[in-house]
């Protein structure tokens, strides 16, 4: 079975502090993303990476940066927490689509919950 | 703009009532998937779809590649069915990411 792992389930941090959420998956998969889920709106992409060392800004990007040094492990930096930044964080991996092969299957970890004060 | 949307926002039904969810999107895709999240848990992969059908348990998709629609249809609906259900899915034209509707929410009622 593929597995997403998310470091924290729930967490309380105060404005300004920096926030790391680390999510490792076991698939050896290329592409992890990390969204954010408010009530609402859904799933809103904020980085995604295709290849170690490699990032991509989603749709809202501002406030946070990621760290992908090993294919296995994506981490999501809140350098100076704010209170809107308070919302559940989800990282999710998925096999890079090919021309011969299906798109691949997305798989999510449990989620972060996290609280800004 | 959201580019996949989903239908209804909210459901309700009696227990054994025939379910179903929808999704439609603007342009081609490589693939499309329904997801489930139940009340404070994780998200998990339902179905992931290119063509055709598919069938697990009482739970069908079907996906129409012609009118850009899928749906989601869950038989002898019960309450462990509770859950939000999201449609996402992945267009030829943005290779990597995945666009997502903004979910239903589905109560069953014993």
């Known amino acids: 079975d593929v597995k997403v792992t998310q470091s924290s389930r729930y967490l309380v941090k105060r404005t300004g502090e920096k926030v790391f959420l680390e999510c490792v998956q076991d698939?050896?998969?290329?592409?992890m993303f990390w969204y954010r889920q408010d009530p609402g709106l859904g799933l809103r992409l904020i980085y995604f990476?295709?290849?170690?060392?490699?990032?991509e800004k989603g749709d809202i990007p501002e406030g946070y940066s990621v760290s992908r040094e090993k294919k296995e492990r994506f981490s999501l930096i809140l350098e100076s927490a704010s209170t809107n930044q308070t919302s559940m964080y989800l990282c999710?991996?998925?096999?890079?689509?090919?021309?011969?092969?299906?798109?691949?299957?997305?798989?999510f970890g449990e989620g972060s919950r996290l609280t800004v004060l | 703009k959201n580019e996949v949307e989903q239908s209804p926002q909210n459901l309700t039904a009696q227990e054994g009532e025939f379910i179903t969810i929808n999704c439609s999107y603007s342009?081609?895709?490589?693939?499309l998937h329904w997801l489930q999240q139940h009340p404070g848990g994780g998200i998990v992969s339902l179905f992931m779809l290119s063509s055709g059908k598919k069938k697990h348990g009482r739970l069908i998709a079907t996906i129409n590649i012609q009118e850009k629609h899928s749906s989601l249809h869950i038989t002898a609906s019960h309450p462990r069915d509770s859950a939000v259900y999201i449609c996402?899915?992945?267009?030829?034209?943005?290779?990597?990411?995945?666009?997502f509707g903004t979910g239903t929410s589905l109560t069953v009622i014993p």
């Open positions: 999710a991996s998925s096999l890079s689509p090919d021309s011969d092969l299906p798109a691949g299957e997305l798989f």
């Open positions: 990476s295709y290849d170690v060392k490699m990032k």
């Open positions: 698939m050896d998969h290329e592409n």
């Open positions: 342009v081609g895709i490589s693939a």
């Open positions: 996402a899915v992945r267009f030829v034209r943005t290779g990597n990411q995945f666009y």
